[in-house]
Each structure stands twice: as structure tokens, then as C-alpha cells.
């Protein structure tokens, strides 16, 4: 590791709001599809490896240990990068996933049945249109 990577790494590691317990959540992200796979945690530790070794760490808060995707099934995740969001609280990590990235044997942990009801409908173009164009106009001034 050259001092540049380093210093960004000790930057980001800074910058990184753990929680109280000392994890970030993370949301693991497929690099080609965009398929959102899993969400796992990361203490610092976790953080550090995953950003320089190239393969995603977890802390697993079941086994209190750490846990590289793909050690023991194989289904590994490549790093292909990683961003804070903007309160630095929660991780997107984007891979390159080999295999499924659920322990159930599924592509993601999220190919359940979507819950019901929770789905709302757009808001068609004309009242997106008309939103726009409201908060777009000038404000003007009344005159005596």
C-alpha cells in the first residue's frame, strides 16, 4: 500500500460515522446491474479491509467476528468501489459478484415477495410538470 492509499484510507476511516454500537451499515451494490444484493455491517477494522484488499469484510454481529464474502462458499464480492453517504453514516459498496450473494443460495437477499402495500403511484408528468414550474418561477414583487 503507497502512502496516498494510505492517507485516503485513513480519510475515509475518519470521516466514517460508526454507530453507538461501533458499525456502519453497508449495502452492497452489483457493479453491472445495480442490483441491490444484501446489507451487512462493518466496524472500522472491517472498513479498512474491505477498502484495501479488494474483497468486501463484514463484522457479523451473530458470531462477533469478521466475515469475508466468499471464504467458504465461494460466492466472493470484488470491490469496485465504495462511497459514504452524505451523513457519512451507511456504506455503498459496488461489487463484482461471483455467485449468489445470499447465504440462502439466491442472487440477492432481497428476492422475496414485495411487501404489500407499500407501493405508491408516480405522480404523472403534468403534476410533476406544473410542481416544477411553480418552484422554477421568479418571485414578483407587488407594486403600488
Not at 47 to 52: A, E, H, I, S
Not at 89 to 118: I, K
Request: hydrophobic share 40%; with cysteine.
Amino acid at each position: 500500500m503507497t502512502d496516498s492509499t494510505s492517507t485516503s484510507t485513513d480519510a475515509v476511516l475518519d470521516r466514517a460515522r460508526f454507530g453507538a454500537d461501533g458499525l456502519l451499515p453497508a449495502i452492497v451494490q452489483e457493479e453491472s446491474s445495480k442490483d441491490v444484493l444484501m446489507l451487512g455491517y462493518m466496524d472500522r477494522e472491517a472498513l479498512r479491509r474491505t477498502l484495501t484488499e479488494g474483497r468486501v469484510t463484514f463484522w457479523s454481529r451473530s458470531r462477533n467476528e469478521y466475515w469475508r464474502k466468499g471464504d467458504t462458499s465461494g460466492h466472493a464480492q470484488y470491490v469496485r468501489g465504495a462511497a459514504l453517504d452524505c451523513d457519512a453514516d451507511t456504506l455503498l459498496v459496488t461489487v463484482h459478484q461471483v455467485g449468489a450473494a445470499c447465504h440462502t443460495g439466491a442472487h440477492r437477499c432481497f428476492d422475496v415477495d414485495p411487501l404489500d402495500p407499500v407501493t405508491a403511484s408516480a405522480p404523472t408528468d403534468a403534476a410533476t410538470d406544473a410542481t416544477a414550474s411553480a418552484q422554477a418561477a421568479p418571485a414578483v414583487e407587488a407594486t403600488r
